[in-house]
Nanobody
Framework: HVQLVESGGGSVQGGGSLRLSCVGS?????????LGWFRQFPGKEREGVAV???????KYADTVKGRFTISKDNADDTLYLQMNSLLPEDSATYCC??????????????????????WGQGTQVTVS
């Protein structure tokens, strides 16, 4: 089954940048996956931040448009989230996620959290 491992979180001052990485394994070669980044604030449910489908089409939450960029390297099954112009309100635990048999990024971005089977362990981002 799919396993996802994130790295790259940390602490940064407002206006700074961070890049998150998520290495995936165990993908079904006959399936299409949407991959994405979610974040969770204390006491709140996870929310979609950015997603990318198997064709490379990307979608973003309005709160991060123009500041965050999602990308993937299919050669080494790595998903990235480049975060620029970070704000204190971006501080959260960031998780990568994978949705199988997904044809459109909207299916992942707006999915019920309980419908998403594959998650990374999460990485903390703190913006001061």
């Amino acid at each position: 089954h799919v396993q996802l491992v994130e790295s790259g979180g940390g602490s940064v001052q407002g206006g700074g940048s961070l890049r998150l990485s998520c290495v995936g394994s165990g993908y079904n070669p006959h399936s299409d996956y949407c991959l994405g980044w979610f974040r969770q604030f204390p006491g709140k449910e996870r929310e979609g931040v950015a997603v990318i489908d198997s064709e490379g089409t990307t979608k973003y939450a309005d709160t991060v448009k123009g500041r965050f960029t999602i990308s993937k390297d299919n050669a080494d099954d790595t998903l990235y989230l480049q975060m620029n112009s970070l704000l204190p309100e971006d501080s959260a635990t960031y998780c990568c996620a994978a949705l199988e048999w997904c044809l459109s990024g909207d299916e992942l971005l707006y999915a019920e959290i309980t419908d998403i089977r594959y998650w990374g362990q999460g990485t903390q981002v703190t913006v001061s």
